[in-house]
Nanobody, 127 residues
Framework: QAQLAESGGGSAQAGGSLRLSCKAS????????MAWFRQVPGKGREGVAS???????SYAPSVNGRFTISKDNRKNTLYLEMNNLKAEDSAVYYC?????????????????????WGQGTQVTVSS
């Protein structure tokens, strides 16, 4: 069983930057895929960025070129570097882990499945 804890959310001005972290309770090198999702009120969660055990990466078109996902297996931590933030990036961001199916999800920025979710961290971007 895995536990995921996000941190690093907060407020930023449009054009600014934030860095999210997701600390996992288990060894992340064993996780087939990890990802960041986000959700705004009244909408479902959407994939933002994902990374698999081979280091392959997928981004949602809306964040490609502005966000960077990375993983430090020594620290069991997943990161999301967010640059050139826009007001529409405001959302609750969730860390996710797939311990079952290898590879990346068919939709951009997702994993094939999600076995565990973090509790979420709020990101608010003001224009």
């Amino acid at each position: 069983q895995a536990q995921l804890a996000e941190s690093g959310g907060g407020s930023a001005q449009a054009g600014g930057s934030l860095r999210l972290s997701c600390k996992a309770s288990g060894p992340t090198y064993t996780y087939y895929c990890m990802a960041w999702f986000r959700q705004v009120p009244g909408k479902g969660r959407e994939g933002v960025a994902s990374i698999d055990t081979d280091g392959d990466i997928s981004y949602a078109p809306s964040v490609n070129g502005r966000f960077t996902i990375s993983k430090d297996n020594r620290k069991n931590t997943l990161y999301l570097e967010m640059n050139n933030l826009k007001a529409e990036d405001s959302a609750v961001y969730y860390c996710a882990a797939d311990l079952t199916v290898s590879g990346l999800g068919t939709s951009p920025g997702t994993c094939p499945r999600v076995d565990y979710w973090g509790q979420g961290t709020q990101v608010t971007v003001s224009s």
